[in-house]
């Protein structure tokens, strides 16, 4: 498991834009 904040800003900058 590597969830990082990247990951996490990747999510929210991907649900922002949808």
């Known amino acids: ?3 990082t904040r ?3 800003l990747r999510g ?5 834009a949808a």
Request: proline content about 0%.
């Open 1 to 3: 498991m590597s969830i």
């Open 6 to 8: 990247r990951q996490l």
């Open 12 to 16: 929210a900058a991907v649900a922002a």
